[in-house]
């Protein structure tokens, strides 16, 4: 009886070793409103247009286990959208690089290799929103509101 039970423990944190990341699935951008069922509303790929240069971040994605969905600025045509007319993007986490060139312990678990970038969202929006809410500010960005998210660098387009 005791190996059976010390056997079906091993089985059992085998399996829960073997933990598959979601970092860089397609996610779905959204943002909240309480008039819709399900409590959010998804965004069109049309609405990031005028902003192409911009990045974004949409919290609170049933997609991402981490909750947060970012959209790269500058992005390749077709990285993120398809033909359903939906604002997508990639499922991340925030991390603090730790070795040059980005690299992160908390980006490892993808599919590709991430990085671990600080992205280029508006600092008036990030002002006014941990103003309004400094605890989800505190837990989404940590202590500094420009934080860094891990991304998958083929998602920029080249400049050159």
Do not use: K, W
């Amino acid at each position: 009886m005791r190996r059976i039970a010390l056997g079906s423990l091993g089985l059992v944190l085998a399996v829960a070793c073997n933990v598959r990341s979601d970092l860089d699935d397609p996610c779905r951008m959204i943002v909240p409103d309480t008039s819709v069922d399900g409590g959010y509303r998804m965004l069109l790929a049309s609405a990031f247009a005028s902003d192409a240069g911009s990045d974004f971040l949409s919290t609170g994605d049933p997609d991402c286990e981490e909750l947060v969905c970012i959209r790269r600025g500058n992005a390749a045509p077709g990285f993120y959208d398809d033909a359903d007319g939906v604002a997508h993007g990639r499922c991340s986490v925030s991390c603090i690089p730790d070795r040059a060139g980005g690299e992160s312990s908390n980006c490892s678990g993808a599919s590709v290799p991430l990085q671990c970038a600080r992205l280029g969202l508006d600092q008036a929006t990030l002002d006014s929103f941990c103003a309004s809410d400094p605890a989800s500010c505190q837990s989404l960005l940590g202590s500094d509101p420009s934080a860094t998210y891990c991304v998958d660098p083929q998602a920029v387009a080249s400049t050159g």
